[in-house]
């Protein structure tokens, strides 16, 4: 059992490292920092990974088609939990890509570890009163 546990820590920093040294500049879709939503905006959806990530990677054309369907009516904004980590701290996240969604009031009203579809993404928002365009 001491053996499985000591492969296990090594296993784990060597992918801290790996994840840490591979870190890579990127274009944010929102660089802000969340502020209190204006009325127009219903839902914040952040994602939370890192560029080197390759699940985080497939979620760019879905955050980006979901903010182009939905406009206004939502805020989606990606942190890189490598570049960003005290922003990144406060979602408590376990893996990447995680996502995040805020209600008006900025209250998470759901989270989803992994690839999160754009089907599926829909079917939240539109749950939520947002009307796609």
């Known amino acids: 059992m001491k053996n499985k546990s000591k492969i296990f820590i090594v296993l784990l920093v060597l992918i801290l490292c790996f994840l840490i040294s591979s870190c890579n500049n990127s274009d944010n879709i929102s660089d802000n920092n969340i502020n209190p939503i204006d009325t127009i905006t219903k839902v914040t959806f952040i994602e939370l990974g890192s560029v080197s990530c390759i699940p985080c990677q497939n979620m760019r054309p ?10 206004s009516q939502i ?5 890189d939990v490598i570049k960003n980590r005290e922003e990144a701290e406060q979602y408590k996240i376990r893996l990447m890509p995680t996502q995040v969604f805020l209600d008006s009031a900025n ?10 579809s754009e089907d599926s993404i829909h079917i939240l928002l539109q749950s939520r009163g947002l009307i796609c365009k």
């Open 62 to 71: 879905v955050m980006d088609s979901i903010q182009k369907k939905y406009g």
């Open 75 to 79: 805020l989606v904004k990606f942190i």
């Open 107 to 116: 209250i998470e009203f759901y989270r989803h570890e992994g690839f999160f």
